[in-house]
Nanobody, 126 residues
Framework: QVQLAESGGGLVQAGGSLRLSCAASGGTLSRYVMGWFRQAPGKEREFLADTTWSGGRRYLAKYADSVKGRFTISRDTAKNTVDLQMNSLKPEDTAVYYC????????????????WGQGTQVTVSS
């Protein structure tokens, strides 16, 4: 059974940076699509970024417009981790951030992946 565990959340001032990490256990996820979502209070869960195997050791990354240019997703297949580097944080980035994984791109991208982490809180103060 695949399990995902996020870490790295916390409180940061606007303009600052945080790096979230998601550690996967229970399987090798090198061929899985992995991604990050977030959910702010009173709002729906929002897709942020994903990383998809594209052959050999190459992975493609895609981003939501709301974070493009500020957030970077990266993957370490040896460690079975996927990170989200978040720069230029804004108060509206405050949310619970979730890691997700699925063998199928559409399932993950549409918010219905097989595996979710428990979430980590990110709070950006103004």
């Amino acid at each position: 059974q695949v399990q995902l565990a996020e870490s790295g959340g916390g409180l940061v001032q606007a303009g600052g940076s945080l790096r979230l990490s998601c550690a996967a256990s229970g399987g090798t996820l090198s061929r899985y699509v992995m991604g990050w979502f977030r959910q702010a209070p009173g709002k729906e869960r929002e897709f942020l970024a994903d990383t998809t195997w594209s052959g050999g050791r190459r992975y493609l990354a895609k981003y939501a417009d709301s974070v493009k240019g500020r957030f970077t997703i990266s993957r370490d297949t040896a460690k079975n981790t996927v990170d989200l580097q978040m720069n230029s944080l804004k108060p509206e980035d405050t949310a619970v951030y979730y890691c997700a994984a699925d063998p199928n791109y559409s399932k993950l991208r549409l918010g219905g992946p097989a595996y979710w982490g428990q979430g980590t809180q990110v709070t950006v103060s103004s």
